[in-house]
C-alpha cells in the first residue's frame, strides 16, 4: 500500500499569502497524484488531478507539481474562502486508493 | 449540474446491518466508476469500495472485504453500499463519489454530501 504523508498538518497563513502544501509517496506515483479540499461540514472537492490538471471550475491559483514521489499544491494569493483542509490521494497503485492525512490552511 | 445523494446512514448495533443509497442525477450514470469514500469523525479520507461503470467490477479496502458489498442499479442511476457486521471502526460519514471514467476509479470528480453511519449499542 501507497502511503502518502503531507507537510505542514497546519500552516497559518493571511490572506493574500501564498501557500505551498507539500505530499510525500512513499513510492514512485509517476503523475497520479490528486489533491482535494475540504471545508468544515461539506465534502470535499477535486482541485487537481494527475499532479497539474486543474478539475473543472477551479481558479488558476492553485496549481499542483510534481512527479515520482514528491508533490506541491501552491494556493497563490489565498483568498478567505481558501481556509480549509486538504488532501492529496494516489491513484497509481491500487487498491487501495489511498489518501494523505491532510494539511489545514488557517488564518 | 452532477447531482449525488446519499441516503440509509443511521444509528447500527455491533454486529449490525445498514443499506446506504447514492441516487446519481446529471450524467450517463452507467458510464462512470462509482464509489465510496468515508471519514471517521474528526479524521482523514479513506477510500472504501468501488464499482467498474459497465462491467461491474467491485473493489474494497481490506478492512470491509467480505462485510461490505458494493452494487449499481444502473437502470435506477442509484449505487448501494450493503454493510454487515458493521464495527465502531466503520463509524463515519460515507460520501458517495463519480469517478472519472468507465473502467476504473481512479479518482473523484463529484461527491455527494455524505450521511452518517454511527455503530452503537
Known amino acids: 500500500e501507497i502511503v502518502l504523508t503531507q507537510s505542514p498538518a497546519t500552516l497559518s497563513l493571511s490572506p493574500g499569502d501564498t501557500a505551498i502544501l507539500s505530499c510525500r509517496a512513499s513510492?514512485?506515483?509517476?503523475?497520479?497524484l490528486m489533491w482535494y479540499q475540504q471545508k468544515p461540514g461539506q465534502a470535499p472537492r477535486l482541485l487537481i488531478h494527475?499532479?497539474?490538471n486543474r478539475a473543472s471550475g477551479i481558479p488558476a491559483r492553485f496549481s499542483g507539481s510534481g512527479s515520482g514521489t514528491d508533490f506541491t499544491l501552491t494556493i497563490s494569493s489565498l483568498e478567505p474562502d481558501d481556509f480549509a483542509v486538504y488532501y492529496c490521494q494516489q491513484r497509481y497503485q491500487w487498491p487501495p486508493l489511498t489518501f494523505g492525512g491532510g494539511t489545514k490552511v488557517e488564518i | 449540474e452532477v447531482q449525488l445523494l446519499e441516503s440509509g446512514g443511521g444509528l447500527a448495533q455491533p454486529g449490525g446491518s445498514l443499506r446506504l443509497s447514492c441516487a446519481a442525477s446529471?450524467?450517463?450514470?452507467?458510464?462512470?466508476?462509482m464509489s465510496w469514500v468515508r471519514q471517521a469523525p474528526g479524521q482523514g479520507l479513506e477510500w472504501v469500495s468501488s464499482i467498474g461503470g459497465s462491467d461491474g467490477s467491485t473493489y474494497y479496502t481490506d478492512s470491509v472485504k467480505g462485510r461490505f458489498t458494493v452494487s449499481r442499479d444502473n437502470s435506477k442511476s442509484t449505487l448501494y453500499l450493503q454493510m454487515t457486521g458493521l464495527r465502531a471502526e466503520d463509524m463515519a460519514v460515507y460520501y458517495c463519489?463519480?469517478?472519472?471514467?468507465?473502467?476504473?476509479?481512479?479518482?473523484?470528480?463529484?461527491w455527494g454530501q455524505g450521511t452518517l453511519v454511527t455503530v452503537s449499542s
Open positions: 513510492q514512485s506515483v509517476q503523475i497520479y
Open positions: 446529471g450524467f450517463t450514470f452507467s458510464r462512470y466508476a
Open positions: 494527475d499532479a497539474s
Open positions: 463519489a463519480k469517478g472519472p471514467i468507465a473502467t476504473h476509479p481512479y479518482y473523484f470528480e463529484s
